[in-house]
């Protein structure tokens, strides 16, 4: 579970990342919120440009899922703090730190692109040695 505010930007892109780079199939990613809103425009241009097509996902709050149903936890945003406490509970709980590209220019949204891919990455390392 790939976790920031609005699930429109960061965990959309850890959700796509994840599930692109996890060539085996092996594991579930899924993405969500603390409150739902609408993926935002420029997270679709700047995944597209890496040919990653998220045209077709969805925002989704946090609440819509069971956390017994997921292992890892990865908070984009240091919101770890404002989730119900059994989403911290989990096997695996980690806080990203990822700064919200919202407000700001492409360029920053690249950038947030590529922090998450490079987080994505690792996740999937610690996972296949697990």
Same mark, same amino acid.
């Given at each position: 579970?790939? *976790?920031?505010?609005?699930? &429109?930007?960061? &965990?959309?892109?850890?959700?796509?990342?994840?599930?692109?780079?996890?060539?085996?199939?092996?594991?579930?990613?899924?993405?969500?919120?603390?409150?739902?809103?609408?993926?935002?425009?420029?997270?679709?241009?700047?995944?597209?440009?890496?040919?990653?097509?998220?045209?077709?996902?969805?925002?989704?709050?946090?609440?819509?899922?069971? &956390?017994?149903?997921?292992? *890892?936890?990865?908070?984009?945003?240091?919101?770890?703090?404002?989730?119900?406490?059994?989403?911290?509970?989990?096997? =695996?709980?980690?806080?990203?730190?990822?700064?919200?590209?919202?407000?700001?220019?492409?360029?920053?949204?690249?950038?947030?692109?590529? =922090?998450?891919?490079?987080? *994505?990455?690792?996740?999937?390392?610690?996972?296949?040695?697990?």
């Amino acid at each position: 579970m790939f *976790v920031c505010n609005k699930n &429109s930007a960061r &965990s959309q892109m850890a959700e796509a990342f994840a599930n692109c780079l996890d060539q085996n199939g092996k594991f579930t990613f899924v993405s969500a919120g603390i409150e739902e809103s609408s993926i935002h425009p420029l997270t679709i241009q700047v995944m597209s440009e890496v040919g990653i097509d998220i045209s077709q996902q969805t925002s989704k709050r946090i609440n819509s899922f069971n &956390s017994q149903d997921f292992d *890892v936890v990865a908070s984009m945003c240091g919101c770890g703090s404002m989730l119900p406490p059994e989403w911290l509970m989990v096997e =695996e709980f980690q806080e990203w730190q990822v700064a919200d590209p919202e407000g700001n220019s492409i360029e920053i949204f690249r950038q947030a692109r590529e =922090e998450v891919k490079q987080q *994505v990455e690792y996740l999937l390392m610690f996972l296949r040695l697990k």
